[in-house]
């Protein structure tokens, strides 16, 4: 939406993914790594979330405006934030989850704790254009090994 965003120049348009983690100066082929991090700005959504869902809605705008703040590269002060209401916030909240932790793999778990339907546009690849909570997709499989130690366990539906 704002192209000040400094999230936006990490989207790369050739390979339609990220650059968060991308190694530079090194052949394709070893330019990206799985890298498993809790970052900064992922604790200030996180306490964000805990807050509005206290009803400390003040508490929580003021983490989303650091947030926006980094990203806009303006002070906290020039941030405003007219969302007033405990749904307003989450639903910023969520919208700034979905922008910092894009391409993370973060959203199913997102949809699940807040119990939101999954709903893809036109542009998506996949077949399933939208899945309604709750649904047995929102779970997903134990793995085998864990199955196999505990025979008495009995796997998710659909799996």
């Not at 805990?50 to 303006?74: C, F, G, M, P, V």
């Not at 906290?76 to 909240?93: P, T």
């Not at 893809?120 to 254009?129: A, G």
Request: proline share 3%; no cysteine; hydrophobic share 35%.
């Amino acid at each position: 939406e704002k192209p000040e965003d400094l999230r936006l120049q990490l989207l790369n348009e050739d390979t339609l993914g990220t650059l968060k983690y991308a190694k530079v100066n090194v052949e394709i082929s070893n330019r990206y790594y799985n890298i498993i991090v809790l970052r900064t700005s992922e604790m200030y959504l996180i306490r964000a979330e805990a807050n509005n869902n206290l009803n400390n809605i003040d508490l929580a705008k003021e983490d989303i405006k650091t947030l926006q703040a980094r990203n806009y590269q303006k002070s906290i002060s020039e941030i405003i934030i007219l969302e007033n209401n405990k749904e307003e916030v989450a639903a910023l909240i969520d919208k700034e989850r979905a922008k910092e932790l894009s391409f993370e793999g973060h959203r199913l778990y997102d949809l699940t704790r807040t119990k939101q339907h999954m709903i893809r546009d036109d542009n998506t690849t996949s077949s399933i254009k939208q899945v309604l909570y709750p649904n047995n997709l929102f779970a997903l499989p134990i793995p085998q090994k864990e199955m196999d130690v505990n025979t008495g366990m009995i796997q998710n539906e659909g799996y």
